[in-house]
């Protein structure tokens, strides 16, 4: 099952990526100086992104400990 962990591994700093994407992301919306209503419309569809990545993160974590578990 060594497939299965490095496969669950590779998922899961694709999901990591993910997740450093958004930081980058909302970092320089608040340093662009955006009004309110414009700041929080950004960081809205950013969200959304970020709960993407925590799901494809999390999947691969789980694909990591179902080959630990079944190797």
Request: charged fraction near 15%; proline fraction near 0%; glycine fraction near 12%.
């Amino acid at each position: 099952m060594d497939w299965l962990i490095w496969t669950g591994a590779g998922v899961t700093l694709l999901g990591l990526a993910g997740l450093v994407w958004c930081i980058v992301k909302v970092t320089a919306a608040r340093k662009a100086g955006l009004s309110d209503a414009d700041l929080r419309a950004r960081l809205q569809r950013v969200v959304a992104m970020n709960f993407a990545a925590l799901l494809v993160s999390a999947l691969g974590l789980m694909m990591v400990v179902m080959g630990i578990a079944l190797g």
